[in-house]
């Protein structure tokens, strides 16, 4: 099908979009990147009176280092993720991550911010923001706010922005020098939404022996991007080994909140979700030098 | 405000300019306007990968833009490949020695992102290609044949 009738604006700067938004924000979709609502436009599963395209607001371009943080403006591209050098020095599993958000093709136009967004749960972006600790700038006609990456995810493509705000920046804080980190995904297809994924933060206690601390984020298993603090406590004090991770992986299973679709069943997706557990672990640990 | 929008940009090297609905697709911008039929509307919502031109040297989904954000771009689509004499480039022809295409619907996408990957990454491995070709379904050929074309095409471009 084709997009409904809408009226098209493509301000040049935020404060021409912030002011449209405010006067029409019931009847105005933002666009980004478009790789998601261009979709829901065409099926008119969207009919928004009026589409605020950001694309030509410059100065919302950017990936920038600041105060240690990674700054990331609206229109940045997730192609960004993989080329832009500060992100391979500071957060180098967002480089990791950006490799099963969809294809280069749609890497070329979708945006970071945009990702963050729309909030499909089972989307890699989402989770990166809950692993890594992630801020969202919203910015509205009148304020701006930030919103912690867990107050921000509310549910199946809900989020704490409203309609009158557009996500301006998103913050990835650089992690801890000596943490190691990987994320990994099961789909029937390179590029397809993950069935289930997970994102795994690990630090070794001095001895390089015992866990100090540990991150567990899946994705694609519940409404939102979900942090399973019960299965990082049971790695927190505990040997790095397949024992320690075993019991993590039971715990992970236990504290996602997936469903049955036509994708997969609720059951496979807890045993992948364990699996993923294990598999991630390993895979942090060995980047921490460990086998 | 408005609802349609002059929309100026340049297609394989030639200017054009036509004023459209807003929401008119760029594909459909191509096809009816531009009157550039190659390029294919398969799923039209950026799944299939049917649609696929280069947009200032990069590939995407010409289905899941507007014509209105391509205001001012160069674009390049599958008819840009061939020399006005007729002769194909080195992809087309990998993909005609190889059978890199049965009914050929999802060809034209193939070629676009082959002709990026392969300027930026001419050297690529079996694993890149199909990493880039994984935003592309074909529903005949199985993808080996793709694969071989790539993989010819690749190796002739370097020894050109």
Same mark, same amino acid.
């Given at each position: 099908?084709?997009?409904?009738?809408?009226?098209?604006?493509?301000?040049?700067?935020?404060?021409?979009?912030?002011?449209?938004?405010?006067?029409?924000?019931?009847?105005?979709?933002?666009?980004?990147?478009?790789?998601?609502?261009?979709?829901?436009?065409?099926?008119?599963?969207?009919?928004?009176?009026?589409?605020?395209?950001?694309?030509?607001?410059?100065?919302?371009?950017?990936?920038?280092?600041?105060?240690?943080?990674?700054?990331?403006?609206?229109?940045?591209?997730?192609?960004?993720?993989?080329?832009?050098?500060?992100?391979?020095?500071?957060?180098?599993?967002?480089?990791?991550?950006?490799?099963?958000?969809?294809?280069?093709?749609?890497?070329?136009?979708?945006?970071?911010?945009?990702?963050?967004?729309?909030?499909?749960?089972?989307?890699?972006?989402?989770?990166?923001?809950?692993?890594?600790?992630?801020?969202?700038?919203?910015?509205?006609?009148?304020?701006?706010?930030?919103?912690?990456?867990?107050?921000?995810?509310?549910?199946?493509?809900?989020?704490?922005?409203?309609?009158?705000?557009?996500?301006?920046?998103?913050?990835?804080?650089?992690?801890?020098?000596?943490?190691?980190?990987?994320?990994?995904?099961?789909?029937?297809?390179?590029?397809?939404?993950?069935?289930?994924?997970?994102?795994?933060?690990?630090?070794l206690?001095?001895?390089r022996e015992?866990?100090?601390?540990?991150?567990?984020?899946?994705?694609?298993?519940?409404?939102?991007?979900?942090?399973?603090?019960?299965?990082?406590?049971?790695?927190?004090?505990?040997?790095a080994?397949?024992?320690?991770?075993?019991?993590?992986?039971?715990?992970?299973?236990?504290?996602?909140?997936?469903?049955?679709?036509?994708?997969?069943?609720?059951?496979?997706?807890?045993?992948?979700?364990?699996?993923?557990?294990?598999?991630?672990?390993?895979?942090?640990l060995q980047?921490l030098g460990k086998n | 405000?408005?609802?349609?929008? #002059?929309?100026?940009?340049?297609?394989?090297?030639?200017?054009?300019?036509?004023?459209?609905?807003?929401?008119?697709?760029?594909?459909?911008?191509?096809?009816?306007?531009?009157?550039?039929?190659?390029?294919?509307?398969?799923?039209?919502?950026?799944?299939?990968?049917?649609? #696929?031109?280069?947009?200032?040297?990069?590939?995407?989904?010409?289905?899941?833009?507007?014509?209105?954000?391509?205001?001012?771009?160069?674009?390049?689509?599958?008819?840009?490949?061939?020399?006005?004499?007729?002769?194909?480039?080195?992809?087309?022809?990998?993909?005609?020695?190889?059978?890199?295409?049965?009914?050929?619907?999802?060809?034209?996408?193939?070629?676009? #992102?082959?002709?990026?990957?392969?300027?930026?990454?001419?050297?690529?491995?079996?694993?890149?290609?199909?990493?880039?070709?994984?935003?592309?379904?074909?529903?005949?050929?199985?993808?080996?044949?793709?694969?071989?074309?790539?993989?010819?095409?690749?190796?002739?471009?370097?020894?050109?």
């Open positions: 099908m084709k997009p409904p009738k809408f009226d098209y604006y493509d301000p040049r700067s935020l404060d021409e979009a912030l002011a449209l938004l405010d006067r029409h924000s019931d009847d105005a979709k933002v666009l980004a990147g478009g790789q998601s609502l261009m979709p829901l436009l065409n099926m008119r599963l969207a009919r928004p009176s009026i589409v605020v395209d950001i694309n030509q607001i410059e100065e919302l371009n950017y990936v920038r280092a600041s105060d240690g943080d990674i700054a990331i403006g609206a229109i940045a591209r997730q192609r960004a993720l993989q080329t832009e050098k500060l992100i391979a020095e500071r957060v180098p599993i967002l480089r990791e991550g950006a490799y099963y958000i969809a294809h280069p093709q749609i890497r070329s136009r979708g945006t970071i911010c945009g990702s963050i967004a729309h909030a499909d749960p089972a989307a890699e972006l989402p989770a990166l923001a809950l692993a890594l600790d992630a801020e969202m700038i919203l910015t509205s006609a009148k304020a701006a706010r930030t919103v912690g990456a867990k107050a921000f995810f509310q549910s199946f493509f809900t989020t704490a922005l409203k309609a009158n705000e557009i996500l301006t920046e998103v913050r990835f804080p650089a992690p801890p020098k000596d943490s190691a980190w990987s994320v990994l995904e099961i789909s029937r297809r390179h590029g397809d939404f993950a069935i289930a994924g997970i994102i795994a933060g690990l630090v206690e001095s001895n015992v866990i100090a601390h540990a991150r567990l984020v899946y994705f694609g298993v519940g409404a939102t991007p979900i942090r399973v603090t019960a299965a990082e406590e049971a790695l927190i004090g505990q040997a080994s397949e024992s320690a991770f075993e019991a993590a992986a039971q715990s992970a299973k236990q504290g996602i909140d997936p469903t049955s679709d036509i994708h997969a069943t609720e059951e496979y997706r807890r045993a992948l979700a364990a699996t993923l557990t294990k598999r991630a672990l390993r895979a942090a980047k | 405000m408005a609802t349609t929008r #002059t929309v100026k940009l340049r297609v394989n090297g030639v200017a054009y300019e036509h004023t459209v609905e807003a929401r008119k697709t760029l594909v459909d911008f191509l096809r009816e306007d531009v009157g550039l039929t190659g390029t294919n509307v398969g799923c039209e919502h950026g799944v299939c990968g049917a649609c #696929t031109i280069l947009m200032n040297g990069e590939a995407v989904r010409s289905c899941i833009m507007l014509a209105a954000q391509a205001d001012g771009a160069e674009l390049m689509t599958v008819e840009g490949l061939a020399k006005s004499t007729g002769e194909l480039h080195p992809i087309q022809e990998s993909f005609r020695d190889k059978h890199g295409l049965q009914c050929g619907f999802c060809t034209p996408g193939f070629l676009m #992102t082959t002709y990026e990957l392969l300027s930026k990454h001419p050297d690529a491995d079996e694993e890149k290609i199909k990493e880039w070709l994984s935003g592309h379904l074909c529903r005949c050929t199985g993808y080996q044949d793709i694969l071989e074309s790539v993989k010819l095409a690749a190796s002739r471009l370097r020894n050109r």
